[in-house]
C-alpha cells in the first residue's frame, strides 16, 4: 500500500480532510464530519476488526491532479460531501497516480476522475481507465468520454447528432492523409473551408480542446484584423492583432461569429437535473479581464430557459460527464453551445458549493447504500409535487403564484414643471421623436446632458443680456440645471425629463402667475428627481423576498435530499416557471431585483441582478402609469377633491356623503381628525415653516457643518426639499395646493423614520397632521364613490388583469415550454408537474386600482358571503397602502376531482398593505390570518400552521412546526395564526411577549452598503418590519375568478377605446425573441439560469437553490396581434 498525505484545513486551522488511501479489506470510518488520516484508518481497522461490514463507510476517491483537488471549489465540495454520514473521502496523492501502476492506487467504491494539466505533466488518463477496468467503482464522469471532450472536432459531431444548436462551423484538417478536408480559399473579407464560406467576422478555434489560442477575424469594413484569445493571464485575456490572414500550419475548426452583445454564459450542470449559470463579460469584446475588489473575475447570475435547461441535460447525458462545465452563446434570439469543458466547477459561490455535495452526495447514496446495507430510503412517490392541505382539509397541488408588489421604500419624490419656448427644446423634442404623439420621455445620459446644455446655455445668455427674449424662468432654469448637476453624473434611473407639447400654450393656473400670457405653442418641461429605492427599501425587498419561499409547499424543509420539495427544489429540478416583470421606474426595477436576490438566494450585489435580469420598459399601462396624463373621470374627481378639501369649515354630514360614500372606516376617521380641512392645512404649513426655521438655524450652526443624513442627503438638500414644498402649498392668494399633500406626508414619512436624529420639534405632529390628509386625498383620487373608483382603476389596470387572467388560463393548459421533454424526464419523479409564478413590481396607482376591481367589481356579493364581508371589513380599515404592499392570488388543483369540474381548480385571494408605519401599532387593522383552516376541519388537521407537505418522511425541518404555539393576541405582535406568513425558515427573535415567529424583526440593521458616519451607521435606520399577507378569500373557483375578470375586462374594453387604441403600438414589436442591448454589460434580454446564492446563517447548510426561470421587465409580455382583448406571447 502506497503512502501520500496532504491536509486540507479550515479557517481555524482543525484539519479538516487528507491525502492518503484505503485497503482492500476496510474503508476508513469517519467521525465528527471529517476524514481520518492514514494512521487513524489503521488504527481504526485494529479496533474495528471484530465489526461486520454494516459499519464500512463508502468511499469517494479523487484522482486528479494535485492543483485540481487542491481547488478551492474541490476543497469546499469535499468538505460538505463528509457531511454525509457514510461518505468517506480520500484524495489520490499525485505521485502515486504518475509513478505507481493501478493496483497500488486507493480503493474506493465512487470515483472522481478528470483529466487536466498538471504543473509539469498531463494526467494520465489511460492508467485511470485501466483503475476503473480492474476496480469497477461508480464513476461521477465517464472516463472514455474525456477523450473525445479533448477534441473539438468530436465535440461538435455529438452535439450535433444530440440536436442541440450549434454556431455553423466547418473543419480544416491538415492531415496528408485526408487532403479532401484541406480545401481552404481565403478572400479579402472571407474565408471558404471545403466550399462552405464565411464572411468576417468569424471564429478560427484549434481542434484541439487543450489550445486555447482562439482568434476573430474582423471585416476590413470594421478595421480589419483580429482579436487573439488565450487562457487568461493576470488580467488579460486577449489582444488586439492587425494582422487579418488566417494562420497557415495546423488544424482548425472555422465558424461564424455569433452577435452576443458581449457577453458569454458559462453553465456548470451537477447530473441532468441541476445546472447553475453565469455570465461574464466575453474575452473577445477588449481582452480586459473585469475583476472586483478581491480580484476575481467578475461573473453575473443569469437564468436559464426552457429550452436552454433541456440542452444543460442533453449535453449531461451525452458526454456522460455528471459534473460538467459548457459555454453557451446567445445571439439572435436563440442560444448556441460553442465548448463544452467537461469537469468543471462554479468558483467563489458558498450556494453552488452546497448544492453540488448535496447532489453527489444524494447520488451515491442512491446508487450504492444498498450494496453496503446502509439504511437510506428513497421514497419512489413523487415526492417532490408541491402538494398542501387546503382549508377544507383535503390535498391540493400548488399550481400558480400571482403577487402584485408595490416597491420598496424610497427617498421622496420631487418634481418641478416650467414652461418652454425657446427653439432648442423644440429642437430636441423634434430629434426624438416627441411630435409622433406629442409627449416626450428623457432618462438616457446622453439625453439628459442635451437639456442640461441648454439650460447652461440659456443662464448664460441671460447673465449677459438682461433683456434678451428668453422666456424661460431664470429661477426654473438654475432649479433645473441644479437637479441635473446633481450626484456628477447620469445613471437615468433617479432622473427624468418630461416634454408635453402645448399647442395653445399653458392655460394659466392661477393668479399668482404673471398677467401677460404669451400665444402660440410651447412645451410644457416637467423634471422629476429623488424617488430613489433607500437601503432599506432594498432590505425590505430582500427580506420580503426570502418570506415569499414559505408560501410554497416543503419551503422549511429539506431542499434537495430524498424527501423534500419546497420553492428551491423546484428550482434545481427545472419545473418553477418564474418570471418577474417591472416598470420602467429605478425604484421599482431595484425593488424587483432585491425580492429576486431573496427569493432565489442570489448572491452579490443589485447591480448585476439588475443588469442581467430586470431591464426599462414601458408597458404602456401593465405596469407604469404616466401621471401627467389624467382621465377626463381623475380630473373630475380631483376637481371636487379640491373644492370639498378648500372649505373653511367644520366637516358637516353632507361632506363625509361627498367625500366618503362608501364609509370606509379609515376615511372616516381621518375626518375626524380634521375636522376643520383649512384650519388644518394652516396647521401644517405652520409646521412646515418652523421645520425649516430649524434646518436653516442648524445649518448656521458650525457642529452641524459635515452632519451627513441619511443616504448621504445633507442639511442644505433637505433644507431645499421643505422650502420648496413650503413655497408650492400656499400660493400668493392663500389657497392651498392640496396636491401637494402627499408630498408633504411623503417627506415627513422619510425624516421620520430615517432623520430622527436630527430631533426636530414638533415632526410627529407634523407627520399625524399630513397623514391625516393623506389619507383622504391619496385613495380619493383614484375614486370617490364606486363607479369613479371602477372607471379610473380600469383604466389603469386594464392590460395588467388580462395578463393575471392570462397567467390562471395557461397554467392548467398543456405547455411544454415550462416542463422536461418527455424523453429526457428519466430520474425526475414529476416532469411534468411545475408551479407558475408572476411577480409583478409597479407603483402606488396601480396597487390602489387593483384592489379597487377586487373590491367594487362584483366578485362576491358581501350580503351572501361572510368571509368577503369580513374581508371587505378589513381592507376598509386599512388607511395605507405602503411601500410592499402585496396583492397574491393562488391557484390550486385537485387531482381527484374531474378535470371538467368547477372544484377542479381552487384560487385564493392574500393582502398585505406592507411595511408598518411609525404610529401603526395601535390602531393597525387586524384580519383573519394567512389561509385560516375552516372551523370544522381545525381538529383534524395535522398542523394547519405548515405549508410543507405533510408525508411522513419529512423530517429536516428549520422550525418544528408540529405543536401549535398559543400566545395571546395583542396589538403589537400577531398570534401565529393558523398558516400565517409570519413562520419563517429563518428562525428569528422571539417577542418578550412570548414564543412568536415574525415576518421580520421590528428592526433590522441590515444594508449591504452599511459604512459608518458620524451618526452611526448610513443604511442602518429602522427599517420597518412587513405585515404579513391576510386572506381576503380561500374557497373561490378558477371559473368564477375567470368569469369575473371576463366581465371586467369586457366592460373595461368597451369604456376605453382609446387606451386600446394606444396600445395596439406595442403589437408590431412583440414577437421577437431576446431584445438586445449594446452596452455592456446586457446580455440577451430573457436570460435565464441558475443564479449564485447565497445562504443565510441561520439556515441548514442545505437550505439552497438551484436553477431559477426567467425575471422580465415589463415589455416582454407585449400583446402580440391587434385585437381590443390583448394576447400576450405564449412564453409570457
Not at 34 to 47: A, L, P, Q, S, V
Not at 363 to 384: C, G, K, N, T, Y
Not at 528 to 537: H, I, M, R, V, Y
Not at 896 to 911: I, Q, T
Request: aromatic residues 8%; charged residues 25%.
Amino acid at each position: 500500500m502506497s503512502e501520500a498525505r496532504g491536509e486540507g484545513r479550515d479557517q481555524s486551522g482543525n484539519l479538516s480532510f487528507v491525502v492518503g488511501c484505503v485497503d482492500e479489506d476496510h474503508r476508513g470510518s469517519k467521525e465528527g464530519g471529517r476524514i481520518k488520516n492514514e494512521g487513524e484508518m489503521r488504527k481504526g481497522e485494529e479496533e474495528d476488526d471484530d465489526k461486520d461490514d454494516d459499519s464500512r463507510q463508502i468511499v469517494v476517491g479523487i484522482c486528479s491532479m494535485m492543483k485540481k483537488s487542491k481547488s478551492k471549489p474541490m476543497t469546499e465540495i469535499m468538505e460538505r460531501l463528509c457531511k454525509f454520514e457514510y461518505i468517506t473521502v480520500v484524495i489520490f496523492p499525485e505521485e502515486v497516480i504518475l509513478s505507481q501502476p493501478v493496483d497500488k492506487w486507493p480503493l474506493c467504491d465512487c470515483l472522481v476522475s478528470f483529466h487536466s494539466k498538471g504543473t509539469n505533466q498531463r494526467f494520465p488518463l489511460d492508467k485511470a481507465v485501466e483503475y476503473a477496468k480492474l476496480r469497477n467503482p461508480l464513476l461521477i464522469n465517464d472516463l472514455n468520454m474525456q477523450y473525445y471532450i479533448q477534441d473539438r472536432r468530436e465535440v461538435y459531431r455529438i452535439l450535433q447528432e444530440e440536436g442541440i444548436d450549434l454556431p455553423r462551423y466547418a473543419v480544416l484538417t491538415r492531415d496528408p492523409d485526408r487532403p479532401e478536408e484541406c480545401n481552404l480559399v481565403e478572400g479579402e473579407d472571407h474565408v471558404e473551408v471545403n466550399g462552405e464560406v464565411f464572411p468576417k467576422p468569424f471564429v478560427e478555434k484549434p481542434v484541439s480542446a487543450e489550445d486555447h489560442n482562439v482568434y476573430v477575424y474582423y471585416p476590413t469594413s470594421a478595421g480589419g484584423g483580429s482579436q487573439r484569445l488565450f487562457r487568461k493571464i493576470g488580467s488579460r485575456s486577449s489582444v488586439y492583432s492587425p494582422e487579418s490572414c488566417v494562420r497557415k500550419t495546423g488544424s482548425y475548426i472555422y465558424e461564424e461569429f455569433m452577435p452576443t452583445d458581449g457577453t458569454d454564459v458559462k453553465v456548470y450542470t451537477v447530473g441532468p437535473d441541476y445546472a447553475h449559470a453565469e455570465a461574464r463579460k466575453s474575452p473577445a469584446l477588449d481582452g480586459k479581464v473585469e475583476r472586483d475588489s478581491e480580484g476575481k473575475e467578475i461573473r453575473y447570475p443569469v437564468m436559464l430557459s426552457a429550452m436552454e435547461k433541456l440542452v444543460a441535460r442533453k449535453v449531461c447525458l451525452a458526454f456522460k460527464q455528471t459534473v460538467c462545465g459548457f459555454d453557451l452563446l446567445r445571439a439572435n434570439g436563440h442560444s448556441f453551445v460553442c465548448d463544452v469543458n467537461g469537469f468543471s466547477f462554479v468558483k467563489n459561490s458558498m450556494k453552488y458549493y452546497d448544492d453540488c455535495a448535496k447532489v453527489l452526495g444524494n447520488m451515491v447514496m442512491r446508487e450504492l447504500a444498498s450494496q453496503f446495507h446502509i439504511p437510506w430510503s428513497i421514497p419512489l412517490e413523487a415526492e417532490d409535487i408541491p402538494i398542501v392541505p387546503t382549508t377544507s382539509g383535503t390535498m391540493m397541488e400548488l399550481r400558480c403564484v400571482i403577487a402584485i408588489i408595490r416597491h420598496g421604500d424610497r427617498t421622496p419624490k420631487q418634481k418641478m414643471k416650467m414652461e418652454v419656448r425657446h427653439p432648442l427644446f423644440f429642437a430636441l423634442f423634434e430629434k426624438y421623436g416627441g411630435y409622433k404623439s406629442g409627449k416626450l420621455k428623457l432618462k438616457k445620459p446622453k439625453q439628459l446632458q442635451e437639456v442640461l446644455d441648454i439650460a447652461r446655455l440659456l443662464l448664460a445668455e441671460l447673465g449677459q443680456h438682461t433683456d434678451c427674449e428668453i422666456e424661460e424662468k431664470k429661477g426654473k432654469l438654475e432649479q433645473l440645471k441644479t437637479v441635473l448637476e446633481m450626484y456628477g453624473h447620469f445613471s437615468g434611473i433617479n432622473r427624468k425629463v418630461q416634454l408635453t407639447y402645448l399647442p395653445n400654450g399653458q392655460p394659466k393656473a392661477s393668479s399668482e402667475e404673471e398677467e401677460c400670457p404669451t400665444e402660440g405653442p410651447s412645451l410644457l418641461l416637467v423634471l422629476k428627481w429623488g424617488g430613489e429605492l433607500t437601503p432599506a427599501g432594498r432590505v425590505q425587498a430582500e427580506e420580503l423576498g426570502r418570506a415569499f419561499r414559505c408560501m410554497y409547499p416543503g419551503g422549511q424543509g429539506d431542499y434537495a435530499g430524498f424527501p423534500g420539495c419546497g420553492l428551491l427544489r423546484l428550482h434545481s429540478t427545472y419545473r418553477h416557471d418564474l418570471k418577474i416583470y417591472a416598470s420602467d421606474e429605478g425604484r421599482v426595477q431595484m425593488t424587483a431585483a432585491a425580492f429576486a436576490k431573496g427569493l432565489l438566494a442570489l448572491e452579490g450585489e443589485l447591480t448585476p441582478i439588475l443588469v442581467q435580469m430586470v431591464k426599462s420598459a414601458n408597458m404602456n399601462g401593465m405596469l407604469d402609469s404616466d401621471s401627467e396624463s389624467l382621465t377626463d373621470c381623475q380630473q373630475r374627481v380631483k376637481v371636487r377633491l379640491h373644492e370639498i378639501m378648500q372649505k373653511d369649515q367644520d366637516f358637516t354630514e353632507a361632506d363625509y356623503q361627498k367625500l366618503a360614500p362608501t364609509g370606509s372606516p379609515s376615511l372616516v376617521t381621518s375626518m375626524k381628525t380634521i375636522v376643520n380641512p383649512v384650519r388644518t392645512c394652516d396647521q401644517v404649513y405652520a409646521l412646515i415653516q418652523r421645520l425649516t426655521s430649524q434646518i436653516r438655524r442648524r445649518l448656521e450652526d458650525p457642529k452641524s457643518a459635515d452632519l451627513q443624513l441619511y443616504h448621504s442627503e445633507t442639511l442644505e438638500l433637505m433644507l431645499q426639499r421643505w422650502s420648496k414644498l413650503e413655497r408650492d402649498f400656499r400660493n400668493k392668494s392663500g389657497r392651498y395646493d392640496i396636491s401637494k399633500i402627499p408630498d408633504i406626508y411623503d417627506c415627513v414619512k422619510y425624516d421620520t423614520q430615517h432623520n430622527a436624529t436630527l430631533d426636530l420639534e414638533d415632526t410627529l405632529e407634523l407627520f399625524r397632521l399630513s397623514r391625516a390628509l393623506a389619507d383622504i386625498v391619496i385613495p380619493q383620487e383614484y375614486g370617490i364613490n364606486k363607479a369613479e373608483k371602477m372607471d379610473i382603476a380600469q383604466a389603469y389596470c386594464l392590460p395588467l388583469m388580462k395578463k393575471i387572467q392570462l397567467d390562471l388560463q395557461r397554467t392548467h393548459e398543456d405547455e411544454a415550454v415550462n416542463k422536461l421533454h418527455p424523453l429526457y424526464s428519466r430520474g425526475v419523479m414529476s416532469p411534468g408537474r411545475h408551479v407558475r409564478t408572476r411577480l409583478y413590481f409597479t407603483s402606488e396607482s396601480h396597487v390602489h386600482s387593483l384592489l379597487s376591481i377586487f373590491r367594487y367589481g362584483g366578485l362576491l356579493d358581501e350580503v351572501k358571503d361572510q368571509q368577503w364581508k369580513q374581508a371587505m371589513d378589513y381592507l376598509s380599515a386599512v388607511s395605507e397602502l405602503n411601500y410592499m404592499t402585496q396583492i397574491v392570488i393562488m391557484l390550486y388543483e385537485d387531482n381527484n376531482k374531474d378535470p371538467g369540474s368547477e372544484e377542479r381548480f381552487h384560487v385564493e385571494l392574500h393582502f398585505s398593505p406592507g411595511v408598518k408605519g411609525c404610529e401603526d401599532e395601535e390602531n393597525v387593522p387586524l384580519g383573519f390570518g394567512f389561509r385560516p383552516a375552516s372551523a370544522e376541519n381545525q381538529e383534524k388537521q395535522t398542523n394547519q400552521g405548515s405549508l410543507e407537505d405533510l408525508s411522513q418522511d419529512e423530517t429536516d425541518r428549520a422550525l418544528s412546526l408540529s405543536e401549535p404555539i398559543s400566545i395571546k393576541r395583542s396589538l403589537m405582535i400577531r398570534n401565529r395564526k393558523t398558516g400565517s406568513m409570519e413562520v419563517l425558515s429563518e428562525t428569528l427573535p422571539t417577542s418578550s411577549k412570548g414564543t412568536s415567529y415574525r415576518l421580520f424583526p421590528s428592526c433590522s440593521c441590515q444594508s449591504p452598503e452599511i459604512k459608518q458616519t458620524g451618526l452611526g451607521f448610513e443604511g442602518c435606520s429602522m427599517v420597518p418590519s412587513i405585515y404579513p399577507l391576510e386572506t381576503l378569500h380561500n374557497s373561490l373557483s378558477l371559473k368564477q375568478v375567470d368569469k369575473f375578470l371576463n366581465a371586467v375586462c369586457e366592460h373595461s374594453s368597451d369604456a376605453h377605446a382609446k387606451t386600446m387604441k394606444a396600445l395596439s403600438a406595442l403589437f408590431d414589436t412583440s414577437s421577437q425573441g431576446y431584445s438586445q442591448t449594446h452596452i455592456y454589460p446586457h446580455p440577451p434580454k430573457a436570460l435565464s439560469s441558475s443564479e449564485t446564492p447565497v445562504r443565510s446563517p441561520e439556515c441548514p447548510l442545505w437550505y439552497s437553490s438551484g436553477p431559477s426561470s426567467t425575471v422580465f421587465s415589463g415589455r416582454s409580455s407585449s400583446p402580440t396581434s391587434v385585437n381590443p382583448d390583448i394576447h400576450f406571447s405564449f412564453s409570457e
